[in-house]
């Protein structure tokens, strides 16, 4: 019975509203969240976000199934952007709420990891000398394999 | 048959684009005579060879080590290594 | 040059205006956050927290500074309520902006650890049968020490 | 000399409220003097020598091992331990 809201959309986050509503659940005493924004940089003029028409929004769905499963979530919001973006615009917003806040921070790092690797996503910065794809880190695919290895 | 190629991410820039077309009587049945055939076809082709990058039959990800079996129509998309978030 | 809001108060929190307020800072891409809620319970009317009038408020300023510098935030938010609050009330807000996502994550879970028994707070479960002392739990203290341990 | 007592959370159930005032001409110089001699004036006094329980003299948290030195009109605060959050 998880409240769930998957959503990938062109359009700006609607995070505010989101957190009240997951908040509504009056059997839920912890909700934690993240917000990743497009950050500002030398010469950066915007971020675009490329994804696949059918892939992109099924991987999200299996990340938030997968999360719910593990940590025993009771309410998910997984929303990602996709489009171009200027400095300071919500790229991503994922929040958890259940019972005890150890499960409810640890299911939102496990999405924000699984997101920056396991979801068709393409990031590509456009600076002042013309557009640069954007690579996810060692650091990031690091931390998508560990939660793979420690199997809860 | 007439096959439909699709490009995600960085490796659409050394493909020229985000696709294109192309017709054959004999379909590759695996992912290195994919890659030999396209490379004949499009210089950049070579990039597609790297492992970290997925490819997609008719929108779903396929384990490429098993081999396929295409039919006409049949949309392949390669998808270089995801970076959302 | 951290942006702060340390807040001790007897009124409703403004959780939304309060990340708007960090997300305000171009040079932050990760703001994670954290609400804990009066949880529903069979027979529970109310909760109460009691503060300390002088010491309560230095013991979050604390908590946030340690935080600030253990972790580099570029901003944070520890917000928390006294007083008498029905079930799906907010209880305490946190919230950190920084440049990437594992600081802003750590330094969430680090000032909840800490709020939870650091911080001069007494809670009390109003129920049908009378009023009830709630004490933190074995796995609340262990959390705090497993940060004082793991010096940075 | 006139010292106040004050207690927070549950231990201000078994001194029955929030504090009290108390008078007397030799101040107690250490944790455990002072315990025996509200446990004197209060039947409830000795769940005060829970270690767990901190002090704070005019709101500020001592450490009770080195003794301390009490003045007319000092605040003496007994802390529950904290459950916040």
Sequence with gaps: MTRQKIILTGEALDIGRWSDWLAEDPACGAVAGFT?????AQGLEALELQHHPVLTLQALE????????R???????LAHRHGRMAVGTPIVHIACACGHRRDALAGVSYMIDMVKTRAPFWKREWRTDGPHWIEPTQADHEAARRWMEEKT | ???????YGPISDRMGG???SLETDAAPQ?????????SHE?????ALGDSHIQIAI??????????????????IAFLSPFSGG
Aim: net charge negative; glycine share 14%; hydrophobic share 50%.
């Design chain 1, 36 to 40: 990743g924004l497009v950050r500002a």
């Design chain 2, 1 to 7: 048959m007439k096959l439909h190629f699709e490009f």
């Design chain 2, 30 to 38: 695996n992912r290195a005579a994919l890659i030999a055939w396209l």
């Design chain 2, 42 to 46: 499009h210089e950049g082709a070579g």
């Design chain 1, 71 to 77: 940590f025993g979530l009771a309410g998910v919001v």
């Design chain 2, 18 to 20: 985000a696709g294109f």
């Design chain 2, 58 to 75: 008719n929108d779903e990800l396929v384990r490429t080590e098993a081999g396929f079996d295409l039919s006409d129509g049949d949309r």
């Design chain 1, 62 to 69: 299996r990340i938030a199934r997968d999360a719910t499963g």
